[in-house]
């Protein structure tokens, strides 16, 4: 064996490895992004279900008192629907909600009724504060259960 041959390893050099992490910064800056709006994404879309079960939770408690929505802020209707108490006979009546409502970035889902973000509705005003965890009353990034009528269509 010569002198040449016993330095020569199976090892890669310093350029090969820095060869393939720069492609590998190249994939990822092409694919990060993506993947990050894909979240965003799925997390609104989340949300808008939350914000239709939240719904249909009250809903539910509007029909069993006479249509009436429950009135007033968002903390003590949600103490409502989970706590609502008893029937006429003692009986307790199920809960409508087990716990609150949060959306994907840890936040309560805002309620308001008499619903003055939309008066014409007749139906409560529910909303998140959307991706930059921020209340903009329904503006903004929130994301809301009423259309509001002075918003473009796509």
Known sequence: MTHNQKRRRGGFTLLEVLLVLAILMVIAGMVLPRLIGTQQEAQVDATKLKLENFSKQVTQYAIAHDGEYPAGSNQE?????MNPGEDENGKAIARYLDEAPED???NILMYEYPNTKD????TPAIWSWGPNKQDEQGGGDDIKSWTDPNEQKN
Request: charged share 0%.
């Open 119 to 122: 008066p014409n509705a007749g």
């Open 77 to 81: 209707v949600i103490q409502l629907l």
């Open 104 to 106: 994907p970035w840890g």
